[in-house]
């Protein structure tokens, strides 16, 4: 009686083992979001969404200002990283941002603050332009996402105002500007801009060629498009269009 139980029980569990076996159970794999702030080369951080002039791009409009302005030597760059802060990248600029919350977001306040000791850029560099900081804000509302898009640049579009000074303000002019600008080189104005189109320091730095100090230092640098419409604004006379 016994071994006849014994075996009903092996028979059992056996049964059992091998509907197990036969199920096929999909196991959910998590894709976190790919920070890819902090690369280099001529992408510019392309995307598959086209560009919505209703959306903040992070990838096209908000790190090369934050790099621009915050990323700097000595500052809050990949090397210096002060106050432990690398803003070169989308994880590195999310430690002072809150999703949704531009009111509760470091980022946010130390930009409009009124407090000298406290703004960023510091002083004696200028603040950033109204419409850099109501990207920021508009983007930090909009989930702070790390997204980006495609069609956003026209190679058509190569005039100074229509191209190049966009392009200059939200990539150099953080660093190239104020009362002490990097290297010398005061990039606010048409004049300041056109004396390195002249002496083909902006063409080589953007181009990354050799002998310049590649321009911008950090981030995604500019893409095809941009490098398109600088150079066809420099082979039309670089003029103040």
Not at 55 to 73: D, G, R, W
Not at 74 to 87: F, K, R
């Amino acid at each position: 009686m016994q071994k006849k139980q014994l075996m009903r029980t092996l028979l059992v569990c056996f049964s059992v083992f091998a509907l197990l076996m036969a199920c096929k159970h999909e196991i959910p794999v998590y894709n976190p979001p790919v920070d890819n702030g902090g690369g280099s080369g001529g992408s510019g951080g392309g995307g598959t969404v086209t560009c919505s002039p209703d959306t903040v791009y992070f990838q096209q409009q908000i790190l090369p200002i934050i790099v621009s302005n915050c990323a700097k030597s000595g500052c809050h760059d990949a090397s210096s990283h002060v106050e432990g802060l690398n803003l070169t990248t989308y994880s590195g600029i999310m430690r002072i941002v809150s999703p949704g919350n531009p009111g509760n977001s470091k980022l946010y306040r130390v930009i409009v603050t009124s407090n000298n000791g406290d703004r960023m850029p510091p002083p004696p560099d200028p603040r950033m332009p109204q419409e850099q900081v109501d990207l920021i804000y508009k983007w930090i509302q909009q989930g702070a996402k790390n997204n980006a898009c495609t069609g956003g640049c026209d190679t058509a579009v190569f005039t100074y105002s229509g191209a190049v000074k966009p392009i200059i303000t939200s990539q150099c002019q953080g660093c190239h500007s104020g009362a002490a600008p990097g290297g010398g080189i005061d990039l606010s104005t048409y004049n300041g801009v056109k004396a390195v189109a002249n002496n083909g320091k902006l063409w080589g730095a953007v181009h990354k060629d050799p002998g310049y100090v590649a321009m911008p230092p950090a981030g995604n640098g500019l893409s095809d498009c941009q490098l398109t419409q600088i150079r066809k604004w420099l082979d039309n006379g670089s003029p103040n269009n």
